[in-house]
């Protein structure tokens, strides 16, 4: 019967043993002794669960024998079977026998086949514990140096590398100043317009810091309601309001030790900041529903698109939470202030395009570079992956052209040039010198969108092919 649990009995009485046997033959497999002798031959040749020892038995009792099994085989879960009132020696002395249970007789068979099966049960169970325990030891120092390794991984792969710029780019000074104050313990404020990497930044000083082993969490407080974001923050019970069916763990109390990073923070209500504040000050949350508070020790680092100081000026914005959230602020610049950033992160971008849509790629025109130079990108980095990934995706050639923008990127000109189109359409002088600079500016740009084919530009200005090339020589654009 192999698989089933294994049972030993030890008795000297042959009826006993007998009815003990038929009892349990079914659902376990049984072997039978007369003595502690036999008992230990078996117990040497079998892995025994369970052993229904009889009390008083010839030569050793069985409380003595049922002693020397706990000392070589431990995990044997110990049954006792007596027929006698027995004494308080006799009882403390089971007791240092480790037995599991003390069963009179006569015993019923449904009473003993219950108890037998718990015993059983109580077999199986340690053996997993001993083998979970085995493999923690065994797997705890890999586990260490996994969650290590991806430590190390998250530091380098959010370094502050991460924010790609120019070699003499402005970020450079803010990126040197956020890695002098990351090491410090203290609230940080990230200010900058939607899509200049705040987050990007958020993440690095968390993970140049001593809590970069901890979690970094992170929730847009504009993009819910205030019970809501409560919620997502602080934690709820169940029942706490419609809907909630189950306990939560908010945000604050998962990033406990670590950092949360509450993006645009300046669009919360009023009613919501006093409790933010509350939090800030106290070091508790309290979730909704409950009565108790959960002492929480977070880094907060905050962000926002707002003037926060006019905010607070106009009483939008609490006082008193400003000033603790900005014990250091840092004002990321958007992309138009720093041109020489938009070709490194043009061409991290495409890199990581090419990866997503798993398409290759040699890189840009020079066209292609100096037209994304000279738009002010009011979407910023977001806008400007956006471009990549449409211009790659449209592309049929190796390399990316000025033709693949969008035309609002590509008609734009640097300031020079808007100037130069605002005092043509509002500005004096001839009319005929006034259209004839607006012609050669929507020559130059259809053109440039057609890889100067001459046929396919005529054909959208609705131009001869002999026309176009008579009013490009005329305007000196004759390639």
């Not at 991984?153 to 502050?160: A, E, I, S």
């Not at 800030?280 to 680092?301: A, F, K, M, N, Y």
């Not at 979407?379 to 050639?397: I, Q």
């Amino acid at each position: 019967m192999v698989g089933l649990p294994v049972i030993l009995i030890v008795d000297d009485e042959v009826r006993s043993q007998e009815a003990l046997r038929r009892t349990l033959e079914e659902e376990f497999e049984v072997f039978t002794a007369s003595d502690a002798k036999d008992a230990s031959a078996i117990l040497e040749q079998e892995a025994v669960h369970v052993i229904l020892c009889d009390l008083r038995m010839p030569e050793v009792s069985g409380v003595t024998f049922l002693k020397q099994v706990r000392e070589r085989w431990p995990d044997s879960v110990r049954i006792i079977l007596s027929g006698y009132a027995e004494t308080e020696d006799i009882i403390a002395g089971i007791n240092d026998a480790g037995i599991y249970q003390y069963i009179t007789k006569p015993w019923r068979p449904e009473s003993l086949l219950l108890n037998v099966r718990a015993a059983a049960q109580l077999y199986r169970l340690q053996q997993e514990n001993h083998l979970a325990a085995l493999e923690i030891r065994t797997t705890a120092p890999i586990m260490r140096q996994r969650v290590q390794a991806k430590r190390e991984t998250l530091r380098n792969f959010y370094d502050f590398a991460r924010l790609v710029r120019a070699a003499d780019s402005p970020l450079n000074t803010i990126c040197e100043t956020a890695r002098r104050i990351a090491p410090y313990d203290i609230s940080i404020l990230l200010t900058g317009e939607s899509g200049t990497g705040k987050e990007l930044l958020a993440h690095a000083i968390h993970y140049c810091s001593s809590r970069a082993d901890k979690a970094f969490v992170i929730e847009n407080c504009g993009a819910l309601a205030d019970t809501l974001l409560e919620s997502e923050l602080f934690g709820h019970k169940r029942g706490a309001f419609t809907g909630a069916y189950e306990n939560r763990i908010g945000l604050f109390e998962q990033a406990d030790g670590g950092t949360i990073f509450l993006d645009e923070v300046g669009e919360t209500s009023p009613s919501f900041q006093v409790k933010l504040l509350r939090v800030l000050q106290e070091g508790e949350i309290r979730p909704l529903g409950s009565s108790r508070s959960l002492r929480v020790d977070v880094r907060v680092i905050a962000a926002t698109n707002r003037n926060l100081e006019d905010d607070v000026r106009n009483k939008r914005f609490r006082e008193d939470l400003y000033y603790r959230l900005t014990t250091f602020k840092l004002h990321m610049m958007p992309l138009r202030q720093r041109p020489s950033d938009i070709i490194p992160i043009a061409q991290h971008l495409l890199a990581e395009a090419m990866q997503v849509l798993e398409k290759p790629c040699q890189g840009f025109k020079n066209d292609a570079l100096a037209a994304m130079q000279a738009y002010r990108w009011p979407g910023n980095v977001r806008e400007l992956r956006n471009e990549v990934v449409r211009m790659l995706a449209l592309s049929d050639h190796p390399t990316l052209g000025a033709e693949l923008l969008s035309q609002h990127v590509l008609r734009a000109a640097d300031q020079e040039q808007e100037d130069e189109l605002q005092e043509l359409s509002t500005g004096e002088g001839p009319l005929k010198e006034r259209m004839e600079a607006l012609e050669m500016r929507l020559l130059k740009e259809t053109l440039t969108r057609h890889r100067w084919n001459k046929t396919r530009a005529a054909k959208e200005l609705g131009l001869s092919r002999v026309g176009l090339r008579g009013k490009l020589v005329r305007f000196g654009l004759e390639k």
